[in-house]
């Protein structure tokens, strides 16, 4: 049921694109039908170089991402990109579309299971999906490797001339090397994958028709080869002293798990490098919007993957597309993963079919047309101000009941504002093993997700939190990050950057608090959040019944 709330959101997003449209027009329209290579990267988070701040200290002073920052140099760089939830495939159903996770269905889970929802309506297999519009409208469209749900157009008879090449996941192959010269070609082997691909589109996209393709790397997800950051990449893990966030110990341990994570986002950047290759050969590549991102942050460590905090939500984004956006700026509008879909349908579709369409009005997504469009950097729209982010449930199994754990969060450039429904339950999942004698070993911990505590992916910091959670220097950050929540968060980003100290309780921020709970409220009631009534707790979303088998994540 759509209520009165829900409706003047949607003539409020209808007015604002209509806005765009009377403003924008004449110059987006006139051009060609752009080309949109889409590299959505699993598992990474708002890290590369381009977003290194010489006056705040981070991890991004220890990357080097040359073809990331071209595209951003070239193009666009948004400073606050958000995922509207921190897991893999509930972030993706939300941008195919365009739609909040808590409305998609079986897609709202990460293992959404379809025999779940016999004999009950599954909105996510009618939700229409905004690459399948473009697919209507006239596009060749394609996905390789891990993306979202759309229908490929057949493959072109010229693709299908061109050889398949295996993709291999780039530390992991390539540590295996036992020497330089195996090295580089293992290096080249894995670089194969991306240009294969490139080309495959190039060469079946039908004459006179543009192409939608969606590049999905999972290199950034977990496992990592330990020490490939520094082998294979140079980024010593003792350069991140003092850039780990301050919720983890900035020990050893943490500091060559990120070295890792790292490297693999380097490798990425590789990939994205010879795709830019071979679109600037074919002579596409400035017919080309080009968009980056990722689904989610940092897998394997407290507060990163499957939260609500920075490390796991904050997403990078950056789009290239020289006729149409003037390059070096950087926006701070927020904006989140979900508003992908309805940006690109209403720079992309047709005359024809934008007059018809009724989809993007009826998307919880907005446009950020107008961002890119705009000359300016800094601010383009003040009442882009927050986002609105969630989660429910990753691995089905990390709680008794195979319960999930249910968090909505508002994120404004000065709070973030989280509420945990279910504060009696384990938020990585129940602690499982850690009380008796038989506890899982180091060894365990960095390798089997299901060792314990099973919503964190196997890591190194994972095992060194685990290990050392009685340590009275470990104690109050494993509580902080790893123990049972209240139901109330906030935190002032201002004095607080990392999410330290929890301010919920504090009478000086009460009137802070109780508007941006009233703020995220309004839009779980708006958009018919069905958390609000427990449902996510019952079938089809949760089969409850002990000893589910579940996939590690």
Known sequence: MVTQTHQKLIWRWILSATLVYFTFVPDVFSAERPNILFFFADDWGREASIYADPEVPSLNDAIQTPNIDRVAREGVLFRNAFVPVASCGPCRASLATGRYFWNCGSGA??????????????????LPKFVDRLRDDGYYVRKSLKTFAFTPSPQGRGARKLPKEDYQRYGLFVSEATNEAERLKRHEQVLDHPRSEMQRVLAGCPKGKPFFFVYGSINVHRPYTPDSGNRLWNIDPDRLKGLIPHFLPDVEDVRRDFSDYLGEIQALDAMLGVMLEELEASGELDNTIIILSGDHGIPGVPRGKTNCYDLGIRAPLVVRYPKLIAKGRQVDDFVSVMDIGPTLLELALSENAREQDAFIPEMDGRSFLSQLVSPASGWIDPQRDHVIVGRELHVHSAREGNLPYPMRAIRTPDFLYIRNFKPDRWPMGDPRYLSGENEPTYEQLHKNT??????????????????HRDNPDVQALFDLTMSLRPGEELYDLRRDPHQLKNLADNESYAATKNDLSKQLM?????????????AFDRLPYVESKEGVETEQP
């Open 522 to 534: 309004t839009v779980l009631r708006a958009t018919d959040d069905p958390r609000l009534k427990d």
């Open 450 to 467: 299901l060792a314990t505590m099973s919503d964190l992916d196997a890591s190194l910091t994972k095992a060194w939190l685990v290990t």
């Open 109 to 126: 889970f990460l293992n959404g299971k379809a025999s779940n929802w016999e004999g009950y309506d599954n909105p996510f297999q009618s």
